[in-house]
């Protein structure tokens, strides 16, 4: 199981375990629709890109899809559409990876 850390303002660490990596991880961006669905965005310690969503605030981490070889994703903006939990990235490389609740398109 992979851990990330991420500093908060008060520069006060916090790790997490992301399941189903090893290794760790650089987040660079968070996003949530409510207390408790999330996802975060990165890359991963052989520079792939990651994201992994939460359905308990955080709690605990699922890898969404498969990573991106070569690509830190920056930033993620999520949302519901249809009912359906979604999340659009976009990083390095000029890459835009939208998750549709089952896979990337």
Excluded: E, P
């Excluded at 961006?29 to 669905?37: E, K, L, S, V």
Aim: glycine share 10%; proline share 0%.
């Amino acid at each position: 199981q992979g851990h990330l850390s991420s500093v908060s303002a008060a520069a006060v660490a916090t790790t997490i375990t992301l399941s189903g990596m090893s290794g760790s991880a650089l987040v660079n961006g968070f996003d949530f629709t409510d207390a408790n669905r999330g996802v975060c965005v990165g890359r991963n310690s052989s520079s792939a890109a990651i994201a992994f969503t939460t359905t308990d605030g955080g709690t605990t981490w699922t890898q969404a899809g498969t990573t991106l070889a070569s690509v830190a994703l920056r930033s993620v903006k999520a949302f519901y559409r249809n009912s359906t939990f979604q999340f659009i990235a976009v990083g390095t490389q000029k890459t835009i990876r939208y998750w549709d609740g089952t896979t990337y398109n």
